[in-house]
C-alpha cells in the first residue's frame, strides 16, 4: 500500500480511490472478470474479490482520517517552508531605566517604588503644594473618581515616592525610584501625557549641596561618559531649597551637547518636617530626571511620539 501511503493530500487520496473503486476502477474489472471464471470457482474467487474491496475500503478511510486529523491539528500545509519569528527586543525606555538604575545601584542607592494611583497627600500636600496652589487645577492633573470620599489622582512626579520613602524607612537612606508619571501635556515632539522619571533622595546628618552636585556628576561620567559634565542652573520647586535645573553634556551624534535633564536641590526643612524627620538633625538632597529626555538624546531620538507607537520597525532598532 504504498501507493496509499504516497497519497499526501485529498486530492491524491481522491484518484487513488477512482483508480481502484471509480466505475473503471480495478475492482470493477476484477468483478467483470468474475462473471467468466468457470462455475466451481465462482464462489471462492468472490470471496476473495469482496475480502479485498472491504479490506481496500478499510485502508482508504484510515488514510482519509490519518490526513484530516493532520491538517485540522496544524492547520497549514506542511510542506510550505515555516515563517521564521523574530526573536523581541527589549524597549528603548526600559534599557534606558534599567542601565541608569545599574549606576545608581552601584553608588549606593537602593530602589524603591510607589504607586501610580496617589492621594494628595504624597502629591501635593507633603511637597509643600498646599491647597489652592496651581498645580493642583483640575485641568494640570488627571484626577480619579474618588476612592471612598478620597480624592485620588495619577502622580504628576515621582516625588511622590520620596515622601514614601521618608514615611518607611529609617535614617539615614539613599534611594532611587523609577516610573511612570502622567500630566496632560499637548503631546507634541517633547511632550507626552504619559513619560518616565527617575527621582533620586539622600537623607543623612550633614548631607549638602555639594553632595548632590558630586553624585550627579558621578552618575553623568558612569553614564554617558568620563568627558560628561553636569551643570545646576538657579531654579524653584516648592519641595526643595535651593533649587535647580539639572544639564549634563552627552555625546550626541560625535559632538558633546548640553541637554536638561531634570530639576534637583536640597529637601525643603518644611518637606522633613511634614513626615516627621528633625530638619535641624537630618538634611537631605534630592532630584529628579526625565527619562525620555535620556533616551531621546542618547539614541538620536527627535520625537517622543516615537517612542510610545509601538510601530515595530522603529523598535527593531534598539535592544
Ligand atoms: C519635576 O517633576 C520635579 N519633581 C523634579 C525634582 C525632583 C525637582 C526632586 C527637585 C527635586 P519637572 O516638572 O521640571 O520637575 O520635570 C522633570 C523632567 O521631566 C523635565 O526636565 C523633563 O525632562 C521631563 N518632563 C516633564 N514634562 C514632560 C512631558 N510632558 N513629557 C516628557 N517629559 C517631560
Known sequence: MDELAAATDSEKLESWRIRYFGSNGQLKELMNRLKDAPREQKPALGKRVNELKV???AKLA??????????NQVGMDLT?????QGLGRRHPISSTMDGIVDVFRLMGFSVVDGPEVEDEWHNFTALNIPEGHPARERTDNFFMPLDGGVPRLLRTQTSTVQIRAMETMSLPLKVVAVGRVYRPDTHDATHYSMFHQIEGLSIDRGVSMADLKTTLIQFAHAYFGEEAEVRMRPSFFPFTEPSAEVDMKMHIKGQWQWVELGGCGMVDPSVLAAVGIDPEEWTGFAFGLGVERIAMRKHGISDIRWLFENDARFLRQFG
Not at 510550505?80 to 521564521?84: A, F, K, L, S
Open 55 to 57: 479490506g481496500l475500503e
Open 80 to 84: 510550505e517552508p515555516g515563517t521564521v
Open 62 to 71: 484510515d488514510r482519509k482520517e490519518a490526513l484530516e486529523s493532520t491538517s
